[in-house]
């Protein structure tokens, strides 16, 4: 491996080999650690993962879009996911109807949930920003992931079916 690394710097530059060395662990560690635990053959959950964390970043972004620091998190947070989101789909190929998606209104129904709780313990005096502030995001991401599940359950079912 660390000949490959050396053959590629010599005809690429190291940015560019680090950058695809960098991209490729993102999208592949992910998929080889939840293969190995759940003796499955890999499906499209790190492409939904990174979607639903671009959508996060979106919706932190379009919430805090008063607050600039948070409009710039925001946005970073979705241009970085959504390029790593488009890359592992690309990856995985095409989406089968195989894909989980019976909970997809869980995960939509989770995000307000969690605001809500939020709202909640800050009325009642709480004074954890920190956390509060995670879970919010939290619950954007978890509504993107619901938001991201429901389409594709729509898509699976109005695409027919293909039989050879």
Known sequence: MVQLVRDQCSDEPPWRVCGRAALDLAITIPT???EAHMSRNPDHLVPLVYTAVAGGGVLLAVVGGSNTSMLIVGLCIAVAAGAMAAVAWRRSGPVRASVATEGWWKFLL????????????????????????????????????????GLTRLVNRRTPSVNA
């Open 32 to 34: 080889q650690h939840m």
């Open 110 to 149: 989770a995000g307000p949930c969690i605001i809500i709780s939020v709202i909640v313990a800050a009325e009642q005096g709480v004074e954890a920003w920190t956390v509060g502030l995670a879970c919010v995001f939290s619950a954007f991401v978890l509504t993107g992931a619901g938001l991201v599940l």
